[in-house]
């Protein structure tokens, strides 16, 4: 499958954005603007990809130009607000004695050349276990809401958002769900990554969170969740090739590659810094054992132009994700996948989202027929969206999780 014109036009705004260029086209037609700002406005990259084409002749002839500009400057002042109100409630979380670490928002927007076109829809806080509730506490009194219930002493990350404003925080007490089999795993590399923690100054602000090393790990590891299940966007991969970029010099790229190695994805995350190197054109210098690794990265590009941001662009991709994740959750649990079980998953599985499990086994048939009545509500007016078409996209996505390795052909 090779890449559509508006693909092609869609990467070489980014390319040209991250590089602090514009693009130069002559001639883009306004179907065909249409099409790129939809693709932009899915990958969640509308100013970015704005900031690099406004200037060029062709969007000089384009009608819905200054409607687009407003939009995007609109984006980029809510963003500021968000970043502004975090900052403020993080202050006073470290005024309080907590120590929670910023994850990826904040830290991936300071490592873009105009870190405001980056834009995140929520900041990730991750807290030790000690210190989680007390965080909650902090939260609660700076005016945030929690949006799941913080009183569940097994909740491994809590929502909370703020009355009459943009900001919407995660609070973090794992990275990874513990209840997920598919990535469970991946947490042993993070339980004692606050005593690896570091400073970063941003917008004159010292700022805690994961030790580059930890950080490009969790960067690469939080695309592979999302991959797994169904898919993510291309704007990771730029995250992912531009903390390289800054800090390759502060990476063990020996411990990374067996890190990757050993939870199967050294591959996926050599396909990621390929497609950030030949596509992006991103300075990605990698040492010898990288270099040898025989990976192409063009599949992964085009999945996760197809994906969207976190793989929400289509209801197809959407309900194919339970196939693949359940795909990777049976052979790190060595037992046999089928579309059966995805179908009817067992109550482990299911008891997040459908809590009356907790009280007995009993209500499985129930939620087994609520599950199907859901998915066929989703989809019985929607032609792009039947069963053939998720299992079609499943099948396919399938086939790339056993070509990066991820699981076994």
Not at 229 to 254: A, M, N, P
Not at 318 to 344: G, I, P, Y
Request: charged share 25%; aromatic share 10%.
């Amino acid at each position: 499958m090779s890449l559509s014109r508006t693909e092609q036009l869609f990467l070489e705004a980014i390319k040209a954005a991250i590089h602090e260029e514009s693009v130069c086209w002559d001639c883009v037609r306004p179907e065909e603007w249409l099409l790129l700002m939809k693709l932009a406005a899915a990958h969640k990259l509308q100013p970015l990809v704005l900031n690099s084409v406004y200037s060029c002749p062709a969007a000089q002839k384009w009608d819905q130009l200054s409607s687009q500009k407003k939009l995007s400057k609109m984006q980029v002042m809510s963003q500021a607000v968000r970043t502004a109100e975090f900052l403020s409630v993080y202050d006073r979380l470290k005024t309080s004695g907590c120590k929670p670490l910023v994850v990826k928002g904040l830290l991936c927007r300071a490592i873009y050349p105009n870190g405001e076109l980056r834009q995140s829809a929520d900041e990730d806080l991750y807290a030790e276990e000690s210190d989680f509730f007390e965080c909650c506490r902090i939260l609660e009194t700076s005016g945030m809401v929690a949006t799941t219930d913080q009183s569940k002493t097994d909740a491994y990350e809590i929502g909370w958002r703020k009355p009459n404003s943009p900001l919407y925080i995660e609070l973090h007490k794992s990275l990874f769900s513990p209840d997920a089999s598919a990535v469970n795993e991946l947490q042993a590399y993070f339980t004692n990554a606050f005593e690896r923690a570091r400073e970063y100054q941003i917008d004159g602000k010292k700022i805690l969170s994961l030790c580059p090393h930890d950080h490009l790990l969790y960067l690469i590891l939080h695309a592979y969740k999302h991959f797994i299940h169904s898919g993510f966007g291309i704007r990771q991969i730029c995250d992912v090739g531009l903390w390289v970029k800054k800090y390759s010099d502060e990476i063990d790229w020996t411990v990374l590659y067996e890190q990757c190695r050993k939870v199967h994805a050294l591959k996926f995350a050599a396909a990621m810094l390929d497609v950030a190197k030949r596509q992006l054109a991103i300075d990605v210098s990698l040492p010898s054992e990288w270099n040898k690794i025989q990976v192409d990265g063009e599949p992964l590009l085009i999945d996760s132009l197809h994906a969207g941001i976190y793989g929400s662009l289509d209801q197809s991709r959407a309900h194919s994700a339970s196939v693949t994740f359940n795909s990777v959750s049976a052979q790190r649990e060595n037992k046999r996948s089928s579309l059966l079980h995805t179908v009817f998953p067992e109550k482990k599985k299911l008891e997040k989202n459908y809590p009356i499990l907790k009280k007995s086994t009993l209500f499985l048939p129930f939620v087994w027929c609520v599950r199907l009545w859901r998915y066929r509500k989703e989809t019985k007016n929607d032609p792009d969206n039947q069963m053939t078409q998720t299992l079609r996209v499943a099948k396919e996505r399938k086939q790339l999780l056993q070509y990066y390795e991820i699981i076994d052909s």
